[in-house]
T-cell receptor
């Protein structure tokens, strides 16, 4: 089935380490997103991309960077992880404006 | 940008009763309003959506209503069942081509 896959599912890392979260999709969608979920805060947009050459910052992009390696792949990096980046991270794709998102299974990141 | 507020943050209902979650949005240009259900440990999944040219949409036990004048929309779940227990998110999609989400409502259905 066409889907959105995130790796790793869980990760524990130390403060100051660089870490990359990966997302790949088989839905053929051009639009891809990275969201962060914290309890009581809902889903906050980190970065989004409408095609390989189009990358945009979201509401909380500080401390994060992204790479769109291909239409199907969108990676999120934490250059120097800090404890308040401990959260659940979701990748999502969309067919276009006015269409719902398909979310990946999520990556639970813990920074110690 | 778009600001979406969602109420209540938690909702406990007796099995078989109805549940209603309300959201307001700030951008009058918003034209697409999806609702997502997130079960514990799972990804958010789209359960129903409504576009601005429609006032109400229903799918079995769930329905969504939209009042564009007042800039609010609501999710209604009737005849609630234990499997309806989850976190529900509303969202709004404006002309900047991305969804803004509410903070979520944790629904607990008591047996």
């Amino acid at each position: 089935d066409a889907d959105v896959t995130q790796t790793p599912r869980n990760r524990i890392t130390k403060t100051g380490k660089r870490i990359m979260l990966e997302c790949s999709q088989t839905k053929g969608h051009d639009r891809m997103y990275w969201y962060r979920q914290d309890p009581g805060l809902g889903l906050q947009l980190i970065y989004y991309s409408f095609d390989v050459k189009d990358i945009n910052k979201g509401e909380i992009s500080d401390g994060y960077s992204v790479s769109r390696q291909a239409q199907a792949k969108f990676s999120l990096s934490l250059e120097s992880a800090i404890p308040n980046q401990t959260a659940l991270y979701f990748c999502a794709t969309s067919e276009g404006s006015n269409y719902g998102y398909t979310f990946g299974s999520g990556t639970r990141l813990t920074v110690v | 940008g778009e600001n979406v507020e969602q109420h209540p943050s938690t909702l406990s209902v007796q099995e078989g009763d109805s549940a209603v979650i309300k959201c307001t949005y700030s951008d009058s240009a918003s034209n697409y309003f999806p609702w997502y259900k997130q079960e514990l440990g799972k990804r958010p999944q789209l359960i129903i959506d409504i576009r601005s040219n429609v006032g109400e949409k229903k799918d079995q036990r769930i329905a969504v209503t939209l009042n564009k004048t007042a800039k609010h929309f609501s999710l209604h779940i009737t005849e609630t069942q234990p499997e309806d227990s989850a976190v529900y998110f509303c969202a709004a999609h404006a002309n900047d081509y991305k969804l803004s989400f509410g903070a979520g409502t944790t629904v607990t259905v008591r047996a």
